[in-house]
């Protein structure tokens, strides 16, 4: 019903910057809340940053400064803007979305995950 496509991962070099992209598409009458995860080899999933549907933000302290999240409402897009990047960095980043359905309901979707590899 719903799809969350996440792009703009890759390589970087530590102190470097990489922004990513998540599009939802498919049976959506809003959007409430969108986040981004990250998950490392051998390490839980765990919350990077969220945004609300009112633009409201929450961030992991260990990314406060370094990440800023924001939204475009009109193409049902979120951003994670990443800088001063470490390679603890490193991890699958995955994109969260609550949804509310045009069929009614709403329900949670996770994205595939995009790698991000912080490393000389």
């Known amino acids: 019903q719903v799809q969350l496509v996440e792009s703009g991962g890759g390589l970087v070099q530590p102190g470097g910057s990489l922004r990513l992209s998540c599009a939802a598409s498919g049976s959506i009458f809003s959007i409430l809340g969108m986040g981004w995860y990250r998950q490392a080899p051998g390490k839980q999933r765990e919350l990077v940053a969220g945004?609300?549907?009112?633009?409201?933000?929450n961030y992991a302290d260990f990314v406060k400064g370094r990440f800023t999240i924001s939204r475009d409402n009109a193409k049902n897009t979120v951003y994670l803007q990443m800088k001063s990047l470490k390679p603890e960095d490193t991890a699958v980043y995955y994109c969260k979305a609550t949804v509310e359905l045009r069929t009614g309901g709403s329900s949670l979707y996770w994205g595939q995950g995009t790698q991000v590899t912080v490393s000389s």
């Open positions: 945004i609300r549907s009112g633009g409201s933000t």
